[in-house]
């Protein structure tokens, strides 16, 4: 092992601690967000209101120290309210961009579906491009930039629903859910001397995560894995109870996705069961089914269960 890559783990233990403190009995969804963080994917969390899904990512931002704005989203929001708006100064007779709050390096947008489409919309091109346009002129992000949202899935009321194609800049899609009994018990102790993440300590900064990402995008992929995961997304397309599958960029992502798990699993190489395990939170809010497969009790977790039925995993890998 190189140097950088141990002094990396000793960091991905110390974030996965802090949030692990905040968000009880939740490790597999501490490991996914983090993933997502050292693969540059943005995460949409969809869950009942007080579960913790504001507290994990603030734990986030303050372990990392970035740049951290929350916009909570309703429907007066407006897309400058967003992306920032271009005010005239009459002292320098020119306009001055002043930034919004997606000018950050995690954002979090609360209840996002509770902001119209046409304010979801300048959203997108943050989301892809890394970058946002106002009156012509185009204004980078700061880098890293992560985008978490979150949205309740039982309200309709004052809702609207999120667009095929920004559900396909989100890289993944998960929720948090209730803890069980000693958990939850255990959450009356932790918070008798105030929040945990008002004791939180930084354990990295900015720049060390965005060295962490360019050392997750050079994770070895043997050819076999490619296969592998190009398979998987292919029969999402080709499945008789779906009617919409997996895009090419939902392909990239969980590639990328698989390797920063790998990363963090302490490999610095892809295997089978990572795109396996992967699979359905970076591609399953991507796949809409037919109407029939839903009326027969389809859902999208068993459809992965069929696809993976279907396909061979590769056995011996090169590394």
Do not use: W
């Amino acid at each position: 092992m190189d140097a950088s890559f141990v002094e990396d783990l000793t960091i991905i233990r110390q974030l996965k601690a802090n949030l692990e403190s905040c968000i009880l009995g939740k490790t597999a969804e501490v490991e996914l967000l983090l993933t997502a963080m050292l693969a540059g994917g943005h995460v949409l969390l969809e869950d009942v209101p007080g579960t913790g899904k504001t507290v994990l990512i603030k734990a986030l931002a303050k372990s990392v120290e970035g740049q951290f704005r929350r916009i909570q989203c309703n429907p007066d929001l407006l897309p400058t309210d967003i992306t920032g708006v271009a005010i005239y100064h009459p002292k320098q007779e020119t306009f001055l961009f002043r930034p919004g709050p997606v000018m950050t390096n995690i954002l979090l947008a609360d209840e996002i579906n509770r902001a119209t489409t046409k304010t979801q919309s300048a959203l997108l091109e943050a989301m892809e491009e890394r970058h946002v346009t106002v009156d012509g002129e185009r204004h980078p992000l700061p880098s890293p930039f992560l985008l978490l949202a979150t949205q309740n899935p039982i309200d309709f009321e004052g809702t609207y629903v999120l667009p095929e194609a920004q559900l396909d800049r989100f890289m993944m899609k998960f929720s948090l859910g209730y803890p069980d009994h000693e958990t939850e018990k255990k959450m009356l102790f932790s918070q008798a001397s105030g929040h945990p993440v008002d004791r939180l300590e930084q354990v990295a900064d900015i720049e060390r995560v965005t060295e962490m990402q360019g050392r997750v995008r050079e994770v070895h992929v043997d050819e076999a894995v490619a296969d592998y995961v190009v398979s998987i997304t292919r029969k999402t397309r080709e499945h008789s109870s779906v009617f919409l599958g997996a895009s090419p960029r939902a392909t990239i992502a969980l590639l990328q996705a698989a390797k920063a798990l790998a990363y963090l699993r302490e490999r610095q190489y892809v295997i089978p069961d990572d795109i396996k395990y992967l699979a359905p939170f970076v591609l399953g809010h991507r796949m809409i089914l037919h109407s029939e497969a839903r009326i027969e009790g389809l859902t999208v977790d068993s459809v992965f269960q069929s696809i993976f039925g279907q396909i061979r995993v590769p056995v011996r890998l090169e590394k």
